[in-house]
């Protein structure tokens, strides 16, 4: 199944593209990759909640923070697909970097990522396991609480 048949069969419209925040490129690719720049979960220009994922008062939760994990992954995939030629050229994912804004206790940065994960496995089946790293940080751009690249591979 294409990956666009697979995008209509969950019900999953991807965003617009969100635009670089600095000087660079929201996706390049280089040889039979695409390489993502770090992806934020905007969506129409807005951060979803600001702040470190952690428990307590004017926290974000790790079920949110997991949300919007996954929405970084739908904009990964659509800067990849802006520069691969279509959503359908992309056949696989290589390697998810995630990065958890979180409070120096919270321990749960591996779970957080799983929302990009199960994400693009969804779309991507088999094709869609892939390597990953998840990092706890101090800070993200924005004050986001998470950000996401991605490395696909092409047709």
């Excluded at 949110?64 to 056949?91: E, M, P, S, T």
């Amino acid at each position: 199944m294409s990956v666009s048949a697979k995008l209509a069969e969950l019900g999953i419209e991807l965003p617009d593209v969100v635009p670089p925040l600095a000087s660079y490129v929201p996706a390049k690719v280089h040889g039979d990759l695409v390489f993502t720049a770090g992806q934020l979960p905007l969506l129409a220009g807005k951060l979803p909640a600001a702040g470190k994922v952690g428990e307590g008062p004017g926290r974000v939760s790790a079920a949110d923070a997991q949300a919007y994990a996954r929405q970084c992954a739908l904009n990964a995939i659509a800067a990849a697909a802006a520069v691969a030629g279509g959503v359908d050229k992309l056949v696989g994912v290589v390697k998810v970097t995630g990065f958890v804004a979180s409070v120096p206790d919270f321990l749960g940065q591996p779970g957080v990522l799983n929302g990009a994960s199960e994400v693009l496995g969804e779309i991507f089946g088999e094709a869609g396991r892939h390597a990953r790293s998840a990092v706890g940080v101090p800070v993200l751009p924005l004050d986001s609480p998470v950000e996401v690249e991605v490395v696909f591979s092409l047709v």
